[in-house]
């Protein structure tokens, strides 16, 4: 398969704080990687570097041949192929679930209203909420929420997408329905890089997880060898308390 992401010696610091300390790692299309480490430990700030809404301290990004820390590089265009998923949905509150989704494809991309508001529906159908597209944000539960802003980051027929703890912050009865929508996405073979404390849905879903800890993955390998064969010590006191 080809490959999407290219991450060769990535750094990033924060002052004297070294997030990520020399990070290497190839991810190709099709794959659906999980994410899993303490907090504090970089996993936010190494999907944010991805996309360069972290300016790494030094270090090569390669996202589709495209260079990232190239100055010659139209990083907003590399962007419209990469859809982000946060914790907190950021969706706007003065306009529709229909219009949250219709709106990058418009703005960005030039679409045509009505081009736009049948893609937003399709994708409202995709993530269960077709009878929800004319709501405003605030009258839809959490679990409802994030799957709007996953139709939004859809909208713009991303062939990446990044979820960052996308049911953190959600009730537990939601978590269900928003991985739903995720498992579909990686059945229809979309390259994915999940942060997520969601180990259930890791060993399902995910063909490989990688487990980041004192600024380096110490573990990179199938659900079954990470969960079950962790080659760090480190590794296996994070699972023996999250598990
Ligand atoms: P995680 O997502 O794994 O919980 P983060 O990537 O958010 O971790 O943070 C990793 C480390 O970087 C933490 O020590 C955090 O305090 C620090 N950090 C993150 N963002 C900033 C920032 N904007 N300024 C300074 N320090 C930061
Ligand atoms: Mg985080």
Known sequence: MKE???VENLVKKYGDNTVLNNVSTSIKEGDVVCIIGPSGSGKSTFLRCLNRLEEPTSGDIIIDGAHLMDKTTNI???RQHIGMVFQHFNLF???SVLENIMLAPMDLKGSP???AEEQATKLLETVGLADKKNMYPDNLSGGQKQRVAIARALAMNPDIMLFDEPTSALDP???????NVMKKLAKQGMTMVIVTHEMGFAK?????VMFIDGGNFLEDGTPEQVFNNPQHERTQDFLDKVL
Not at 173 to 179: F, K, N, P, Q
Not at 204 to 208: F, L
Request: glycine share 4%.
């Open 173 to 179: 009865e939601m978590v269900g329905d928003v991985l």
């Open 204 to 208: 399902e879903v995910a063909n490989r």
């Open 76 to 78: 907003n265009q590399v």
């Open 93 to 95: 509150p003065h306009l």
């Open 113 to 115: 209203k009505k081009e």
């Open 4 to 6: 999407k992401i290219l």
